[in-house]
């Protein structure tokens, strides 16, 4: 009998795989030894799926480019300059009107300017025109306000007017 035992213990361990990397010991073989429905099978052991893995890396990576640009081409914005119209200037809608020239600056390096005119202070709602980066970069000389709009001018020479239908009335 004891042959028979060493006979089939040595058989028996040397399907189990050597030592080092993926190696298992005896127990888990014995566990994973049958599969229920045909006990006379032997069932191989689970590997992780790879196409799984590379998905979830590929979805990974898509996120984190995601909020990795997010971050650099997200606008700070900063009021370089403002301007009020005076007591004696009075528009038909009787609203304090303001102008602000208005940095917007990425992360990322882009530079963009607004000119806003509107009922608000902090240049956030209004009638607003894009600026070119090198005008907006001088800012603005001088500001005329009248019934008829407001005049802006800039340290280049270059004056735009914009009429007073354009910013009254809350737009």
């Known amino acids: 009998m004891t042959t028979d035992r060493r006979a089939s213990t040595s058989s ?14 005896w127990r888990n073989v014995i566990d994973i030894a049958t599969t229920p ?30 909020a990795f640009l ?8 900063e009021v370089t300059y403002s301007s009020t119209a005076p007591a004696a ?6 609203a304090p009107h303001h102008l602000g020239l208005v940095h917007e600056h990425t992360l990322s390096g882009r530079h963009s300017y607004k000119m806003i005119i509107g009922r608000y202070t902090g240049a956030s709602y209004g009638h607003w025109l894009d600026v070119d980066p090198v005008l907006g970069a001088k800012g603005i000389e001088s500001t005329t306000w ?3 709009g407001v005049r ?4 280049t020479g270059h004056e735009i007017f914009v009429p007073a239908r354009f910013f009254l009335h809350g737009r």
């Open 12 to 25: 028996s361990q040397s399907r189990l795989p050597q030592t080092g990397c993926g190696a298992r010991s």
């Open 37 to 66: 429905d045909r006990p006379d099978r032997v069932a191989r052991p689970r590997r992780t799926n790879g196409i799984g893995r590379v998905l979830l890396g590929a979805v990974a990576g898509i996120l984190l480019t995601a």
């Open 70 to 77: 997010t971050v650099l081409w997200w606008p700070r914005t």
């Open 89 to 94: 200037v009075k528009y038909e809608d009787e």
């Open 146 to 148: 009248t019934e008829s």
């Open 152 to 155: 802006v001018r800039f340290p």
